[in-house]
């Protein structure tokens, strides 16, 4: 199975910061990877796909980024509601997978 | 709008079947999409478990071949899990999921609890 390392795993930061999440995959995906947000009580929602894509009805300061097998989700400016654990998927191959998840709160 | 909802017991004893229904408005399970089950353990760790497509093939996680079963009920637009000889590991929120291009629509989520 595609492993996915998620870095930081826990993260703090100040309302309006920029804020970076990284997913590594341990073999080549190419840009078949999305990323979700996922706060208590609710499901997960879709934030990026295809690795740079925008899901529907996600704010504009989210963005997505890659580098080699590197991947980032990026906030430019931390809001309230932006604290949530978020998770990376592949699905370049079955079975998918997920990264372990950063947890992001405001300091 | 697409609309997912889980439902199912909350409480399985181990060694016995989890069963779960995935029940589908707005849209028609046969017209397209797959259809999935994804779970997430206590400690946060997620896992895709399977799915069923439109069409009806299935495509499992290896790590669980030997005991789950998704099935549908096109009639009823439902679709379904099965997990067999469940274990305390088992221990989990399900949620079922579409996916097109990535995972657009969820159900609100099950709690299933594998104790005796």
């Known amino acids: 199975d595609i492993q996915l390392t998620q870095s930081p795993s826990s993260m703090s930061a100040s309302l309006g910061d920029r804020v970076s999440l990284t997913c590594q995959s341990s073999q080549g995906i190419g840009n078949y990877l999305s990323w979700y947000q996922h706060k208590p009580g609710k499901p997960p929602k879709p934030m990026i796909y295809y690795a740079t894509n925008l899901a529907d009805g996600v704010p504009s300061r989210f963005s997505g980024s890659r580098s080699g097998s590197d991947y980032s989700l990026t906030i430019s400016s931390l809001e309230s509601e932006d604290t949530a654990i978020y998770y990376c998927?592949?699905?370049?191959?079955?079975?998918?997978?997920f990264g372990a998840g950063t947890k992001l709160e405001l300091k | 709008e697409i609309q997912l909802q889980e439902s199912g017991p909350g409480l399985v004893k181990p060694s016995q079947s989890l069963s779960l229904t995935c029940s589908v408005t707005?849209?028609?399970?046969?017209?397209?999409?797959?259809w999935s089950w994804i779970r997430k353990f206590p400690g946060n760790k997620m896992e895709w478990m399977g799915y069923?497509?439109?069409?009806?093939?299935?495509n499992y996680n290896p790590s669980l071949k030997s005991r789950i079963s998704i099935t549908r009920d096109t009639s009823k637009n439902q679709f379904f899990l099965q997990l067999n000889s469940v274990t305390t590991e088992d221990t989990a929120t399900y949620y079922c999921?579409?996916?097109?291009?990535?995972?657009?629509?969820w159900g609100q989520g099950v709690m299933v609890t594998v104790s005796s």
């Open positions: 999921a579409s996916w097109e291009l990535y995972f657009d629509y």
């Open positions: 998927l592949q699905y370049d191959e079955y079975p998918y997978t």
């Open positions: 069923i497509s439109y069409s009806g093939s299935t």
């Open positions: 707005g849209y028609t399970i046969t017209s397209g999409y797959d």
